[in-house]
């Protein structure tokens, strides 16, 4: 405890006493809205704080993790133990001729509006991925035929020691759900896309289009977590739950939607157990019957309720 206070103290002198939250439910900071606490989150507002709460962090043997929009995380209802850096503050959008530069707590939705504002194209895909520039590249988001390493040129990273590294698009490894950022643990501080100039109107047009599209399929007025798993190599994750007659099975608050058997829902005040007990009930269904294992795409942090 005296450990934890004289952390806080330390924490104080790097960072506006407004951009400290302690015992923070997590459940207001994920769209799934579970989670128990996170003894403390943080929405660091400069490189530099970022930087030094990792150091802070190390020194004072603190876990850490980060978060973006937290669109894609489930916290147990145990809550977090250490810190949760939220980066949601770092959020400057440039435009630089044919190139976008955006900080990692700018929205995938405002980083494609800036792009159609200035006819580039490349990142319409994006317009209704609900994360931050950060989380996407950590997770290489991508629909509707498009990724972020197609557009991804290079990215700022902060290793786990606190240096700061230039990655390459090939150096950043950006694969299926998946990243050297995930892989190593960096943390994603400004990522640059290459675009190309487009048509304007085609830009806006298909980034209405997808808007369209996920409104009509996708059940947006529940919280959830998007595609609750990966694509198996060979099927479709959504078409093997359907296929498993899961639609509409539910545990709890969460419920494997009807409109898109893809998604599990929080449809009730779920608890985060409730989704977990679901995910298992789906992976185990669609093996007895499919022979396929399914893994999460979400990513699963925190700890029980004890
Ligand atoms: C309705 C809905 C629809 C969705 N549709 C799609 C879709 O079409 N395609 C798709 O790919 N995803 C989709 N998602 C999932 C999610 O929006 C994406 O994965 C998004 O990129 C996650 O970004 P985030 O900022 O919310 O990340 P978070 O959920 O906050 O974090 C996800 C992971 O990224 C890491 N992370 C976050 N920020 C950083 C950073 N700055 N540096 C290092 N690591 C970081 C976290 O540690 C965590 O491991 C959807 C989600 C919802 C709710």
């Known amino acids: 405890m005296r450990r934890f206070n004289n952390f806080i103290v330390k924490l104080r002198e790097i960072i506006a006493q407004e951009n400290i939250e302690l015992e923070a439910e997590m459940k207001n900071y994920t769209s799934f809205k579970v989670g128990g606490p996170a003894d ?18 190390k020194d004072e043997k603190i876990p850490f993790y980060i978060i973006g929009n937290g669109s894609n ?5 145990g809550g977090i133990r250490g810190v949760v850096i939220k980066i949601s503050k770092l959020n400057k959008i440039t435009i630089e001729e044919n190139n976008i530069i955006a900080e990692a ?25 609900p994360g931050s520039i950060g989380g996407a590249l950590a997770m290489n988001a991508g629909a509707y035929d498009g ?20 990655l390459n698009k090939q150096q950043l490894e950006l694969e299926y759900r998946n990243s050297i950022v995930l892989k190593n643990g ?6 640059t896309f290459a675009l190309k100039k487009g048509d304007c109107e085609k830009i806006k047009n298909r ?3 997808l808007t369209k599209r996920r409104v009509e399929r996708q059940p947006l007025e529940y919280p959830s977590a998007g595609s609750t798993f990966k694509r198996p190599e060979g099927h479709y994750a959504s ?3 359907q296929d498993s007659e899961l639609k509409g099975t539910s545990v709890g608050g969460a419920e494997v939607s009807i409109k898109h058997s893809g998604f599990i ?6 608890t985060a157990q409730d989704i977990l007990d679901l995910i298992k009930v789906v992976q185990e269904t669609v093996r007895a019957k499919f022979q396929v294992d399914l893994y999460p795409e979400v990513r699963i942090i925190g700890e029980d309720k004890k």
């Open 105 to 129: 707590g700018a929205t995938l939705s405002d980083t494609s509006i800036a792009a159609r504002e200035a006819c580039l194209t490349g990142l319409e895909f994006a317009c209704g991925i």
């Open 147 to 166: 990724e972020m390493s197609f557009i991804v040129d290079s990215a700022i990273v902060l290793d786990k020691h606190g240096e700061l590294l230039n």
């Open 73 to 77: 995380i489930i916290v147990k209802d």
């Open 40 to 57: 403390v989150l943080v929405t660091p507002t400069s490189k530099k704080e970022v930087s030094d709460i990792v150091k802070l962090c």
């Open 207 to 209: 980034m209405s289009e």
């Open 239 to 241: 078409k093997l739950i």
């Open 265 to 270: 829902i929080n449809k009730n005040n779920a």
């Open 186 to 191: 960096y943390i994603a501080l400004e990522v």
